[in-house]
């Protein structure tokens, strides 16, 4: 199907109201995705957080050596990477998560708060830009902007 018959029907649905209807389905879907998944963040679940991530799943945290930040490619990578933020921050929390959805892309906003193990206090205001495919996340993007005192 060409660009232009895609077009043509997803106007066709619009003025019937199917797309309407069937997209918020896909968004209610994606929502409660992502309402879990916060939640599993600040239950400290990683079985949690990985049963919402595709199979091949990438994260990209907000610091590292790289341009996009520290690059976790793959289930175990990512599953280690989640669970270095636990070791970090023993009482991690994402506070008032805030969510919209753009077809196969969301954001999730948050507050993040945390206390590393030498007692700094960390708090940021920060979001995840995500990636879905299958009904899951492909890829978690992280930005963050840290307040310093």
């Given at each position: 199907?060409t660009?232009r018959?895609?077009?043509a029907?997803?106007?066709?649905?619009t003025?019937?109201?199917a797309?309407?209807?069937?997209?918020?389905?896909?968004d209610?879907?994606?929502?409660k995705?992502?309402?879990?998944?916060a939640?599993?963040w600040?239950r400290?679940?990683?079985?949690?957080?990985?049963?919402?991530?595709?199979?091949?799943?990438?994260?990209?945290?907000s610091?590292?050596?790289?341009?996009?930040?520290?690059r976790?490619v793959?289930p175990?990578?990512?599953?280690a990477?989640?669970?270095?933020?636990?070791a970090?921050?023993?009482?991690?929390r994402?506070?008032q998560?805030r969510?919209f959805?753009a077809?196969?892309r969301?954001?999730s906003?948050?507050?993040?708060?945390?206390t590393?193990?030498?007692?700094t206090?960390?708090?940021?205001?920060g979001?995840?830009?995500?990636t879905?495919?299958?009904?899951?996340?492909?890829l978690?993007?992280s930005y963050?902007?840290q307040?310093?005192?």
């Amino acid at each position: 199907m060409t660009r232009r018959e895609v077009l043509a029907a997803t106007t066709a649905l619009t003025l019937t109201g199917a797309a309407p209807a069937a997209a918020a389905v896909a968004d209610a879907n994606t929502l409660k995705l992502l309402d879990d998944f916060a939640a599993a963040w600040n239950r400290h679940d990683v079985d949690a957080l990985m049963a919402c991530m595709a199979p091949s799943c990438v994260f990209e945290a907000s610091a590292g050596t790289e341009v996009a930040g520290a690059r976790h490619v793959g289930p175990d990578a990512v599953r280690a990477a989640y669970a270095a933020v636990f070791a970090t921050y023993p009482d991690a929390r994402w506070n008032q998560p805030r969510h919209f959805i753009a077809g196969d892309r969301a954001v999730s906003e948050w507050t993040f708060t945390g206390t590393m193990k030498d007692g700094t206090k960390v708090e940021v205001n920060g979001c995840d830009v995500f990636t879905l495919a299958g009904g899951k996340i492909a890829l978690k993007n992280s930005y963050r902007k840290q307040r310093t005192t």
